[in-house]
């Protein structure tokens, strides 16, 4: 039994059918309308319809499915966690690069709702903060899904409300580590520029758009600074003051050092050595990282409930100290660096 049951008006010829259902399903987006459509769920004079259909006026349209989705709920899965610190309250997890925090908008419901922190946390858990959300409970932040590192997790309602209220205050010192390409020059800086979304490319952000613009602040301190055959690379600590959308990989792509591996600002897949090549000699050497050198090293901030100072740190995990240290190794074994004997 239809839903829903429309006869297109001869004003809507021309128009594709995704465009035109999406108008008539009030508060439905057109990725669901879409989805309807890829289920054989919406029906034009009773055969299934693809989205581009051009109509022409005086088709039936039956929606045979829910236009709403029941809500996305996050379900336990037994996933490994690396537990920094917890208690009654929080709990503060190290995690690893390639899992993303919670269920994203963009993938189909099955694939949104696996393999996520959150569905390791339920799994872990007997109980954890729901602040109305279903997709993500006991989040109060975010990581990237290639940054690796600390993120605090509420256990319950007044925690999470706790630590909501002292994030929005900046009551929460995050410190990361980033490699990032070339050598930076100042030992020390701050990179004061508003954050918005691309206008083009909507899953990037910028520093180039005034709107929609939000504050974005972070300082670096450089650690160490490495020549090698690859090229100049630079490590660096960072502590951000607010906390944006990818805010550490614009910034510093921003001054055009962005961070290793995130390709999406910048960074080459892979990085050759800059060797010259002979004709007939073998290609150059490559090397690559398959996530982004960004890591949340540490985290300090008093404790919602007791106010006790809590400062935790988690070190680079090993695919990240492996990079550097061969990167480190082919430095020292450039032979521009050698003694000419």
């Not at 919406?42 to 989205?51: D, F, I, R, S």
């Not at 979304?197 to 910028?206: F, I, S």
């Not at 792509?253 to 591996?261: F, K, M």
């Not at 680079?316 to 000419?340: C, I, M, R």
Request: charged share 20%; glycine share 8%.
């Amino acid at each position: 039994m239809a839903k829903a049951s429309y006869v297109v008006p001869a004003e809507a010829a021309g128009k594709r059918l995704d465009a035109w259902l999406t108008v008539q399903l009030e508060g439905v987006s057109r990725a669901r309308v879409q989805q309807l459509l890829a289920g054989s769920k919406v029906l034009v004079n009773g055969a299934p319809a693809k989205p581009s259909l051009k109509l022409h006026g005086g088709e039936t349209v039956e929606v045979l499915g829910d236009p709403a989705p029941l809500p996305l709920r996050a379900t336990p899965e037994p996933i490994p966690l690396d537990i920094v610190y917890e208690d009654a309250a929080l709990s503060v997890i190290n995690k690893p690069a390639g899992m993303m925090v919670h269920a994203g908008s963009g993938a189909t419901d099955h694939a949104r709702n696996r393999g996520t922190l959150v569905n390791a946390l339920l799994s872990h858990y007997a109980a954890l903060s729901h602040s109305h959300d279903l997709v993500r409970p006991g989040i109060v932040h975010r990581l990237d899904k290639q940054t690796s590192g600390l993120i605090i997790v509420a256990r319950n309602d007044a925690a999470h409300l706790r630590l909501s209220e002292m994030f929005s205050r900046r009551q929460v010192s995050k410190t990361y580590l980033a490699l990032v390409h070339g050598a930076i020059r100042q030992d020390h800086g701050t990179i004061n520029a508003p954050i918005s979304r691309d206008a083009v490319r909507r899953t990037r952000m910028t520093t180039r758009r005034e709107a929609g613009a939000r504050s974005a602040i972070s300082h670096y301190d450089v650690i160490e600074r490495i020549d090698s055959r690859f090229g100049k690379f630079t490590l660096v600590s960072v502590r951000i003051e607010t906390g944006r959308t990818h805010q550490i990989r614009v910034h510093l792509a921003s001054i055009c050092h962005p961070v290793v591996g995130d390709t999406l600002y910048g960074a080459p897949a892979s990085i050759s050595s800059a060797a010259p090549r002979k004709k007939s000699g073998p290609p150059p050497e490559t090397i690559s990282l398959n996530r982004n050198f960004l890591h949340a090293a540490e985290l300090e901030f008093p404790h919602p409930i007791s106010g006790k100072h809590l400062h935790l740190r988690a070190p680079l995990p090993n695919e990240l100290t492996g990079f550097q240290q061969k990167l480190v190794a082919l430095e020292d074994l450039d032979p521009k660096k050698q003694g000419s004997g």
